[in-house]
């Protein structure tokens, strides 16, 4: 998945281009449901301290059946009134992006984070790699387009909408996960695990936005051997990206399609990337938007004139055109790559940045500062007994 700003930038930009004018401003002002929309089913992959976690839908979600989840989403509000400019709807037209986004972006950041492969102890390093890179992404994206580094800007709101999921959004998603997934029917604790995801994934946009310096300082010195302070840190946005660290690609240096199925050389930039996940994900939402503006009529119909003989409520089912067209348009496919295949690429090719070294540099350069602060009482470094925070993932 790209990060968490990556994926709020490029909803604002797809809402951009998609909505109206007026329906885009009043839509955007929802900010905590477009952000937090944005993550699509990410949240569930955070933090995950409270029990039942939501972690099996997050993986579900990514593996397959996004299109399909999304349009009886979608159905489920529209069936239950929700108003088009409305929070509910801020937060589904947000959702429709991520796919796109994590489609096209997944590749490159496959291909250079690299990833840890059973029988192979050479690449035990590159766990947390993955989730470093995206941030590193992240940092670059925000440098570029606002102009400022990761702990100048204050994110946290753009992931809250209150201390509990709204309920409209977690019956949507409940309802949409039981139609795509079998074994949610059968989950007794599905609207547990909704909760207990988005209020962790709450907790941890919180804790990496709010105070970032804080936040960076407390996980390289938590308790704890280096690998794992590492994992804490890798987690949250860099101070900048160090320099000649080209982590959008920019010089347009040959890179791998990682599945084996697309051995092709690849040279685009991340901002390329970008681009066409845009072309992808603007139609997406003009579908979203014109499936919850009927619903939002044919809901209005039922209710003025619910004894009328002739009556006949058009409300928008998972079945409706409408309903099929946002489904087709995200597809159902795995959102490692954008290519339909019945099996999970094993993405085989790789060939990282050096992210190993920049982050332990970074870890080592943190707990020395501490060390000079904190001159004459026990180094924290060689103690490894600092305040522990909160552990994320
Ligand atoms: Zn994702």
């Known amino acids: 998945m790209p990060s968490q700003l990556a994926h709020l930038f490029f909803a604002a930009d797809a809402l951009g281009s998609a909505l109206p004018r007026g329906a885009f401003h009043t839509v955007t002002a929802y900010k905590g449901a477009l952000g937090l929309g944005a993550q699509g089913p990410d949240i569930f992959l955070h933090n995950r301290r409270s029990k039942p976690s939501g972690l099996r839908y997050g993986a579900r979600l990514h593996r397959a059946g996004y299109g399909t989840v999304l349009a009886e989403a979608a159905a489920a509000a529209a069936a239950a009134g929700a108003d088009p400019l409305g929070e509910t709807a801020a937060y589904l037209y947000a959702f429709a992006t991520h796919a796109a986004l994590d489609r096209y972006l997944h590749p490159y950041i496959n291909y250079r984070a690299g990833r840890r492969e059973r029988g192979r102890p050479e690449t035990a390093l590159l766990g947390p790699m993955h989730a470093y890179l995206e941030r590193l992404i992240d940092t670059a994206l925000l440098s570029a387009r606002l102009g400022v580094a990761p702990c100048d800007a204050r994110f946290h709101a753009y992931f809250d909408v209150g201390s509990q999921l709204p309920q409209p959004i977690a019956s949507a998603l409940a309802v949409a996960f039981e139609a795509e997934i079998p074994s949610a029917r059968r989950d007794g604790l599905l609207y547990e695990r909704i909760a207990n995801g988005y209020r962790d994934a709450r907790s941890y946009y919180a804790w990496a936005h709010r105070d970032l310096p804080a936040a960076r300082r407390a996980a390289a010195l938590s308790a704890g051997p280096l690998a794992d302070r590492m994992r804490r840190l890798a987690i949250l946005h860099p101070e900048a990206v160090p320099l000649g660290l080209d982590v959008l690609n920019l010089r347009r240096r040959v890179w791998r399609d990682p599945c084996p199925s697309g051995r092709k050389r690849r040279t685009e930039s991340v901002p390329q990337l970008y ?119």
């Open 275 to 393: 681009a066409e996940a845009l072309d992808h994900a603007v139609p997406v939402v003009r579908a979203l938007f014109s499936l919850l503006n009927r619903g939002s009529e044919a809901y209005a119909k039922t209710a003025a004139e619910p004894n009328h003989p002739t009556h006949t409520p058009l409300r928008p089912g998972s079945t409706a055109p409408s309903a099929l067209r946002v489904r087709t348009l995200v597809g159902d496919s795995d959102l490692s790559d954008h290519y339909n295949r019945p099996s999970r690429c094993s993405k085989h090719y790789s060939n990282p940045l050096p992210l190993y070294r920049i982050l332990e540099r970074q870890l080592l350069e943190i707990l020395e500062t501490a060390e000079l602060t904190q001159r004459g009482q026990p180094s924290e470094r060689s103690a490894g007994r600092a305040t522990t925070p909160h552990e994320r993932s």
